[in-house]
């Protein structure tokens, strides 16, 4: 397990997807919250914090991450009263879970919290800059590509494509497929973002 800083895949979700060009954090109803929460639980997975039992996401004893807002959501999950689906965690850590990670992205001076609130179409949003510029463009250029090499990139392009947000022309089941076959806990994870995502989308209809 790793001790150290995370591989990043949460910084570079926040970085390249959830966050517009402007900076700005998305309404609700795009389901790029969804996303957020699953990068962090995939996170955990791919660094051998969490692992899936009996359809339910679980923590393995061990080492903590160094990471400030991964290591709450390993509390978190340590300390659920009853195990919870990937589909349940998912949501319940999509609230808020922007506000934990910009902390660290801060404290790392990779974003900065502007004054004030930005407009978008369905009202005024945060918006941060981005001052690690690189850093996003080189993510935006991997969601971009055919490279799927490492797992937190597949991850990530997974992740892009079940909240409707891919430019690879893939579609997320084709990701859930690779991911599978390489980290089942994560392909399950996935799943449940994408469900959560088109739950959202539909209740956003009726």
């Not at 300390?79 to 990670?101: D, I, N």
């Not at 090499?149 to 690879?168: R, T, Y």
């Amino acid at each position: 397990m790793k001790t150290d800083a995370t591989s990043g895949l949460c910084g570079d979700f926040m970085l390249a997807v959830y966050l517009d060009e402007q900076g700005r954090v998305p309404g609700y109803r795009t389901g790029l919250g969804f996303g957020l929460s699953g990068a962090m639980l995939m996170e955990l997975a791919l660094d051998g914090f969490v692992d899936a039992r009996d359809g339910r996401i679980v923590a393995v004893h061990g080492a903590q991450p160094h990471d400030r807002a991964l290591g709450e959501v390993l509390v978190r999950i340590r300390s659920s009263r009853k195990p919870r689906t990937a589909s349940e965690w998912v949501r319940v850590l999509s609230v808020g879970a922007h506000r934990r990670l910009a902390v660290g992205l801060i404290a790392e001076g990779v974003l900065v919290r502007t004054q004030g609130r930005w407009p978008l179409p369905a009202g005024r949003a945060r918006r941060y800059d981005v001052l690690a510029g690189g850093r996003r463009d080189a993510v935006v250029r991997s969601l971009g590509g055919t490279d799927c090499s490492s797992q937190p990139l597949i991850a990530l392009a997974a992740l892009a494509s079940a909240c409707g947000a891919a430019s690879d022309g893939w579609e997320w089941s084709e990701h859930e497929a690779m991911l599978r076959s390489t980290s089942p806990v994560c392909a399950q994870i996935l799943t449940a973002v994408a469900d959560c995502v088109w739950l959202g989308t539909l209740s956003s209809w009726t």
